[in-house]
């Protein structure tokens, strides 16, 4: 569940830039430019309600312009919080504590982490204060 490389380059310029400047900067047409954007979220979009089925979740919300989604697991009743990472894909935490527990939760943190500051969603560096403030982000969204 990855974007292609150059959609998702568009999707990303996008979120911080108009459309017209996009198209510029990558030397695309505004057109162009509007059909990647707009299939990159109709994936997205697609992606989030294929995991809410999978992963037996209600979905609470999906940002497709910042590529985030909230569920809440029937089984477990808590949240789970889904975030595209670019170069990587769908990249889910739950939200119950330790967030990054051992070395694996601390290494997916740590991407989460660098994926939301990059894509502007958060400031802090320490990865798990970040993904704290991600959860934040994606809940008063």
Not at 59 to 85: E, H, K, N, T
Request: hydrophobic share 45%; net charge positive; aromatic share 6%.
């Amino acid at each position: 569940m990855k974007l292609p490389e150059r959609m998702e380059l568009v999707w990303l310029r996008a979120m911080r830039v108009s459309e017209a400047e996009v198209a510029r900067e990558l030397g695309m047409t505004r057109q162009a430019v509007n059909k990647a954007v707009k299939e990159a979220r109709a994936k997205l979009s697609a992606w989030f309600l294929e995991m809410a089925e999978i992963m037996n979740c209600d979905l609470i919300r999906m940002d497709l312009v910042r590529g985030f989604s909230v569920m809440r697991s029937r089984q477990l009743g808590i949240r789970v919080y889904f975030l595209y990472v670019p170069g990587k894909g769908l990249r889910s935490i739950y939200g119950a504590e330790p967030l990054c527990p051992g070395k694996d939760g601390i290494r997916h943190c740590e991407e989460m982490a660098k994926a939301a500051r990059e894509m502007g969603l958060v400031r802090k560096g320490d990865p798990e204060e970040a993904v704290r403030e991600l959860i934040k982000v994606m809940e008063s969204s």
